[in-house]
Structure formats: C-alpha cells, structure tokens
Nanobody, 123 residues
Framework: QVRLVESGGGSVEAEGSLNLSCAVS????????MAWFRQAPGKEREQVAR???????HTGGSVEGRFTISTDNSKATLYLRMSSLKPEDTGMYYC?????????????????WGQGTQVTVSS
C-alpha cells in the first residue's frame, strides 16, 4: 500500500524559506513520478514541481527559480526547498505520486496523495 506523509510546513515571513519533506513508501518498483501540488483558499489545486522516475525535474510558473524539488537516492523521501517566499505562496501543499510508463517523464494522472501540510507566508 502506497503511503505519502508530508512534513515541514509552517508560518514564515515574506522572503523567508521553508523546506518540505514527504516520506514515500509502498511502491513495488522505482518507476514512479513524484510531485508537489498546492491549493490556496478559494483556488484550484496546481502542480508546483514534479520529478520523473529517472530524476528529471520540472519547476515552472511563478515558483521557477525559487523552489527546488529533489529526492534522496532511494526515492524514499521527496523534498521541496522553498526560498524567497511570497504571500501568494500560501496554501496547503500536497505530495503526490504515480507509477509511470516512462523513465524520462511523468505519464498519466497522479493517483497517490498525502494529507497535506500548510504553508503560510505573511507580508
């Protein structure tokens, strides 16, 4: 049974930093994608960053250059390093994962989700 457990959220002032972690367990092989999503109050959930099974990562949109996604060597922990935080980064952050048919990029929808960790950035 796949299980994802996030930690590391909290409150920080603008321009500060936070590091999120997600403990990943239960996958039967290493061919899976992982990602971070976030959802701000009153807004739809959006993908923040993702990392393909072989390690290629993508971070785009408003967080490019400020957020970094990574994993440990065993892919048992997913990280999101966040710096230069802005009030608009406030939201619930979720770890997600899914098996992929490709090593190089993520295919299909993310099917496994953590419970989320709250990030609040004050101005």
């Amino acid at each position: 049974q796949v299980r994802l457990v996030e930690s590391g959220g909290g409150s920080v002032e603008a321009e500060g930093s936070l590091n999120l972690s997600c403990a990943v367990s239960g996958f039967t092989n290493s061919k899976y994608c992982m990602a971070w999503f976030r959802q701000a109050p009153g807004k739809e959930r959006e993908q923040v960053a993702r990392i393909a099974p072989a390690g290629a990562s993508h971070t785009g949109g408003s967080v490019e250059g400020r957020f970094t996604i990574s994993t440990d060597n065993s892919k048992a922990t997913l990280y999101l390093r966040m710096s230069s935080l802005k009030p608009e980064d406030t939201g619930m952050y979720y770890c997600a994962a899914a098996y992929s048919s490709s090593w190089s990029y993520c295919t299909g929808a993310f099917t496994y989700w953590g419970q989320g960790t709250q990030v609040t950035v004050s101005s």
